[in-house]
T-cell receptor, first 115, second 114 residues
């Protein structure tokens, strides 16, 4: 079965410190990988994606993600966290051989950045 | 360019009723997907439409249905509502044919079933 795992329900970091939100996947083939962010009572906002090429992907708001094929991981990172980064983060994958509208999402990680 | 628009944003229904939710995709986007988000189950795929045809369907009972119109706008319907149908229903669109898979989500329709 296709799945995406986010092993941490919550991540707490101090403002200015680096942050990492972990994600591993089990999706057939070479999936496309994504990170989305959700603020309270809002939809999902796209942050970044991995399609092919460089294992370090840069996205919106200073976020980046590191793809590791051997570990089937796609961890989200930011060098210096802001209080405004506090939100719910979702990792997602899609089988690139599929119709691409069906993403497999992790359960989400609640990031809290404290001042 | 306007984003994905979902209506209504909030609605309250009682068990046994039915509900119709609407989604207008980003202009030029021809593929529309629907997801259900609940605290217990997370984000679950409902279905995907392209050119008025359902291309993919998740593991939901037949009470959940959808359709897409020639202008790419989509609706989903839930009949005989149950308490467990209370959720945030998210619609997403993308440029079909683009091989990146990136979805753009609407703000969602929050359904409460009493």
């Amino acid at each position: 079965a296709q799945s995406v795992a986010q092993p941490e329900d919550q991540v707490n970091v101090a403002e200015g410190n680096p942050l990492t939100v972990k994600c591993t996947y089990s999706v057939s083939g070479n999936p496309y990988l994504f990170w989305y962010v959700q603020y309270p009572n809002r939809g999902l906002q796209f942050l970044l994606k991995y399609i092919t090429g460089d294992n370090l992907v840069k996205g919106s708001y200073g976020f980046e993600a590191e793809f590791n094929k051997s570990q089937t991981s796609f961890h989200l990172k930011k060098p210096s966290a802001l209080v405004s980064d506090s939100a719910l983060y979702f990792c997602a994958a899609v089988d690139r051989g599929s119709t691409l509208g069906r993403l497999y999402f992790g359960r989400g990680t609640q990031l809290t950045v404290w001042p | 360019k306007a984003g994905v628009t979902q209506t209504p944003r909030y609605l309250i229904k009682t068990r046994g009723q039915q509900v119709t939710l609407s989604c207008s995709p980003i202009s030029g986007h021809r593929s529309v997907s629907w997801y259900q988000q609940t605290p217990g189950q997370g984000l679950q795929f409902l279905f995907e439409y392209f050119s008025e045809t359902q291309r993919n369907k998740g593991n939901f009972p037949g009470r959940f249905s959808g359709r897409q119109f020639s202008n790419s706008r989509s609706e989903m319907n839930v009949s005989t509502l149950e308490l467990g149908d209370s959720a945030l229903y998210l619609c997403a669109s993308r440029v079909a044919g683009a091989n990146t898979g990136e979805l753009f989500f609407g703000e969602g329709s929050r359904l409460t079933v009493l």
